[in-house]
C-alpha cells in the first residue's frame, strides 16, 4: 500500500516534516512518499499545492494526508479546499492555547525570528566553530571552554554528534580521538586529566566501524577487523577503569547520541 | 507575564520541542521557561516529571503548558494526571490518521530507528564528511559530486549552512569562499566555472559581517567595516552580472538559508 503525504508551511517546513515523520513512524505497514512544501505563502503558491495535491490523488487513487503549519488563514482556508485528509496543526492546537493563556496568538510567520533569533543564531554560528575548531583532538588548550568533549576510536560518530549538538542546540562540544599511542599507556591521556568531568564516551560495534572505515581507506590496516576489534576492546576498557559514561552509537542516530548525552550530562538544550 | 512549557517525549524530544516552540512564537506577549525531557520511558520517570511540572505549578503561580509526544500510554495517562494544560499531540492526531489509513499504529517508540534510519543515518553522515572535506574550497575536484557549492565571502555563513543541509537532509553541500585574488579578477574563479548550475551565492550585510569577523580578528583589516563592505559589493556585483542566485543571510536563521536553498534548487530533502 503506498500513499503520499504532504508536509505544508508557510515557513522553512521543519515543523511540519518533523510531526509528520513522527506521526507516519507510527504506521509501518504502509509506504509513504513524503513531500515537504515549505514557503507557501502566496494565494498563488497554494494554487500549485492544491493542483499538485489533486494530481497525487488521481495518481495514488488513494487521498493523500496533508499536515501543515501554515500560519496565514487565508491560505491555509485555500488549501483546505484540496481533497486530501488534512491535518491542520495551527488551528487544532492554537485556540485552546490561546484560552489557557487568555491571549491571542498573533498568528505571524517566523514570528521567532527577531533578535532572540538572531542570539540563537550567533551562539550555534560560534558553537559550529567551537566544533570545527576543537574537532580530533586540533586545539586541546581550548578544553576548558568546551561544554562537553566526546572521546571514542577514530569514526565512532564524535564529529557529526558534535557538530549537531552545536547547530541544534548551540552547545560548544569538543572531541578526542583516541589513537593507538594514547591506547599503548595505561588511563587516560595526560591532557583529558583536567577535564575529567567533560568525558564522555562513544563505543561503536567492531563490524559496523570496519564497515566505515573501510569506506574511506579501502584494505587498510586501520579498516581491518581485527584492528576496530583491537580499539573497540581498549576503549571500553578504558571507559569502564575510569568510570567514564559512555553509549554505544551503533544503533542510534545522531540526534539520539546528542540528545542522550545532552540529557545525561544535563547540558542546556539553548533554543 | 511568565509560563512554564514542557516538551515531554519517550524518544529524543526533537518533534515535542520543535512544535512547541512553533506554537509558543505565536505568543509574543509572554515570557516562556521551556524544558525539554525527552527519554521518559518508564512509569518511575513519569512519577519524578510529574512532580517537577507540579513544582513549576508553585513556582508561577500558573499552570504550566505540557506538550507530549509520548507514544506509550500508560506513562502518558500518568503524566496526564498532573496539573498542567497537557496537549497530547499523538493521541490527537494517531486516532484520525488511523481511520483515514484503516489500520491500527503500533504505538512504539523509537520506530523509525530501523534499517531505514541506518540508511539515512550512512548518508547523512557521508554528507557530513563531504561537507567537512570540501568546506572552504578545500578540495575543488570534489565538486562534480556536490550536489550545491555555496559562494560567498568569508563568515558569510556558508559552513553551518552546508552542514545543516548535510546532518538535516543528507545533501552534499561544498562551499567555495571568493577571495581577494578572485576578486582582483572579473567573472567567476575558473574552478567554478564547470559546476555554474550548482553556485549559489551568500550575502550579508557589511556591518554584521564585521562585527562577526571581529570577534574572529579583533582590529584586523580583515574586520574592518571598510574591507566589508567593499567584498559585499564585489560579490553582490558578481551574482548579478553572473545572473546567480543569491540570498542575504542577514536576519535568516540556518535553518531557513538552509530550507530556502533545497527550496529553490527543488534539492532532495532525504529523510
Request: proline fraction near 4%.
Given at each position: 500500500m503506498k500513499r503520499t503525504a504532504f508536509f505544508i508551511s508557510d515557513g522553512t517546513g521543519i515543523?511540519?516534516?518533523?510531526?509528520?515523520?513522527?506521526?507516519?513512524?507510527?504506521?509501518?505497514?504502509?509506504?509513504?512518499?513524503?513531500?515537504?512544501?515549505?514557503?507557501?505563502?502566496?494565494l498563488e503558491k497554494a494554487h500549485a499545492v492544491v493542483e499538485q495535491i489533486n494530481d497525487a490523488i488521481e495518481k495514488d487513487q488513494e487521498r493523500p494526508i496533508i499536515l501543515d503549519t501554515i500560519v496565514n488563514l487565508e491560505i491555509r482556508e485555500y488549501i483546505a479546499k484540496c481533497k486530501g485528509m488534512m491535518i491542520d496543526v495551527f488551528s487544532t492546537f492554537l485556540n485552546p492555547l490561546e484560552k489557557e493563556l487568555g491571549v491571542r496568538s498573533s498568528y505571524s510567520v517566523g514570528k521567532s525570528h527577531a533578535i532572540v533569533e538572531m542570539n540563537r543564531y550567533k551562539s550555534r554560528i560560534d558553537a559550529v566553530n567551537f566544533a570545527l575548531d576543537n574537532d580530533d583532538g586540533a586545539r586541546i588548550q581550548q578544553y576548558d571552554k568546551a561544554e562537553i568533549i566526546l572521546v571514542g576510536v577514530s569514526r565512532s560518530g564524535k564529529t557529526p554528534s558534535c557538530l549537531y549538538m552545536a547547530l541544534?542546540?548551540?552547545?560548544?562540544?569538543?572531541?578526542y580521538p583516541l589513537t593507538e599511542e594514547d591506547m599503548a599507556n595505561p588511563g587516560l591521556p595526560?591532557?583529558?586529566l583536567a577535564h575529567r568531568s567533560k568525558l564522555y564516551g562513544l563505543t561503536i560495534d567492531p563490524f559496523q566501524l570496519a564497515a566505515i572505515r573501510h569506506e574511506?581507506?579501502?584494505?587498510?590496516?586501520?579498516?581491518?577487523?581485527?584492528?576496530?576489534?583491537?580499539?573497540?576492546r581498549t576503549?571500553?576498557?578504558?571507559?569502564?577503569?575510569?568510570?567514564?559514561?559512555?553509549?554505544?552509537?551503533?544503533?542510534?542516530s545522531v540526534e539520539e547520541i546528542a540528545t542522550r548525552i545532552i540529557s545525561e550530562r544535563k547540558l542546556n538544550r539553548r533554543q
Open positions: 515543523t511540519a516534516e518533523t510531526l509528520g515523520n513522527s506521526l507516519l513512524a507510527q504506521f509501518d505497514g504502509i509506504q509513504f512518499e513524503r513531500i515537504t512544501l515549505p514557503y507557501i505563502d502566496s541544534q542546540y548551540g552547545i560548544r562540544a569538543a572531541n595526560e591532557c583529558l574511506r581507506r579501502p584494505n587498510s590496516r586501520y579498516a581491518s577487523l581485527d584492528q576496530c576489534s583491537f580499539e573497540v576503549i571500553e576498557r578504558l571507559f569502564r577503569d575510569e568510570s567514564l559514561p559512555f553509549i554505544n552509537t551503533t544503533t542510534f
